[in-house]
């Protein structure tokens, strides 16, 4: 936890010089290429739970993660008056796993017991404000010890003549590569790949309509297709069969997703918003589920605000999982994972947020900080806590 408020405060004294620049008050956009936004966010998140995937869906999920995420926008506008924005993040994630760690079960703490997760990411987009219309494209990277992905993105978005609406496309595809990390009992005995790595790639098409209905309504559908190939398992998942063998998990090497979802935000009054989101998803792998999310902002004064929020989500199982020795060996595919399995959760918080006129700490430039709690909670024995922290330089 230290670490996390260390890192934000860190990142923030680094960021001073451009919080002490002088603004552009001349109200014409700028052919230089210039610092727009800084966004900085970090949190930490601690889970526990008694169903780990890397021990046949039995035994600890302990888990902690730090994670810092430092973004910022740069904004030009070219000889046609198009803007063109360029926004890089660059994320790490360090975490701890005592169910990881059981992937040699010899060993008092294995190699897989902590990692850190670097992912990176750069999108360009060029808006022309007369006609509505944005173009953009983007290229991503995450590095784990047994990871490595790649992606990349293009995106169309269109406004109505009048822009009260908005319709977006876009299409994404990553890359991944997954090290053949077996279980350590199923190494070099030819029931398992043990050896080298193996290919994953997913495509997704996402579609959005946004729509001002009046001054207090606003309405939002989102559909996405999703497909998958190749090697979705994870290969240093145990599972156990009714005969007391263990077996590394196998997944179809196929998978076709479909989430849709409607997304409304009404204002009411100057100090209330309510913000839903529901979202179904199906597979062809068995699992169908539900998401229903309510956020109400308050604004308590004209900079400072709370907003409580709650997520309940619902999912049946895949159609390959069974809890710990409960596998036979008619089954051409197999599961203990518990994130296949069904259940419902529960996530239950709250925001508060700070935007005062003449700057946090009277840092004029540094214009937002928002801290995030949440509580989360599955009803086949998992919970976990996170805290989050937003600072904003503009």
């Known amino acids: 936890m230290k670490r996390f408020f260390l890192t934000a405060f860190g990142i923030a004294c680094l960021l001073k010089s451009f919080s002490q620049q002088p603004s552009d008050s001349t109200g014409f956009g700028s052919r230089k290429l210039k610092i727009d936004e800084i966004n900085l966010v970090s949190s930490y998140y601690g889970q526990n739970g008694n169903n780990a995937a890397v021990t046949g869906g039995i035994g600890t999920q302990k888990l902690t993660d730090i994670a810092n995420v430092f973004d910022i926008k740069l904004v030009k506008y070219d000889r046609k008056l198009r803007k063109h924005v360029f926004d890089l993040e660059v994320g790490i994630d360090h975490y701890t796993s005592a169910s990881s760690d059981r992937v040699d079960l010899k060993a008092n703490t294995s190699a897989s017991y902590a990692d850190t997760r670097i992912y990176p ?116 998942y145990r599972v156990y069969f009714t005969d007391g063998s263990v077996h590394q998990e196998k997944l179809p090497d196929s998978r076709f997703k479909i989430p849709l979802g409607f997304r409304a935000n009404y204002f009411l009054g100057d100090h209330f918003i309510i913000r839903t989101y529901y979202r179904f998803y199906k597979d062809d792998w068995g699992i169908s589920s ?31 999982f069974a809890p710990y020795a409960q596998h036979t060996g008619t089954s051409g595919y197999y599961t203990s994972n518990y994130d296949l399995s069904k259940f419902n959760s529960n996530f239950l918080g709250a925001g508060i947020r700070l935007t005062p006129p003449k700057g946090v700490l009277g840092v004029q430039r540094f214009n937002m900080i928002e801290l995030r709690y949440g509580h989360y909670t599955k009803n086949i024995a998992m919970n976990a806590n996170i805290i989050s922290m937003n600072i904003r330089l503009k």
Do not use: C
């Open 121 to 236: 990411a750069l999108t360009w987009s060029m808006e022309n404000e007369q006609k509505g219309r944005t173009i953009s494209a983007g290229v991503s990277s995450s590095t784990e010890f047994d990871y490595q992905s790649l992606g990349a993105n293009i995106g169309f978005a269109k406004k109505t003549k009048d822009r009260n609406g908005e319709f977006s496309a876009r299409l994404q595809a990553y890359f991944d590569q997954v090290r053949l990390i077996a279980p350590e009992e199923l190494r070099n005995t030819g029931l398992a790949k043990d050896n080298g790595t193996d290919n994953r790639t997913t495509i997704a098409a996402s579609l959005s309509w946004s729509q001002v209905i009046n001054k207090n309504l606003q309405l939002s559908f989102l559909a996405d297709l999703v497909q998958q190939q190749g090697f979705l398992s994870l290969p240093f």
């Open 290 to 320: 539900h998401t229903v999310n309510l956020e109400v902002p308050v604004k308590i004064t004209s900079f400072f605000s709370i907003s409580p929020f709650y997520r309940f989500y619902s999912q049946s199982a895949v159609n390959y």
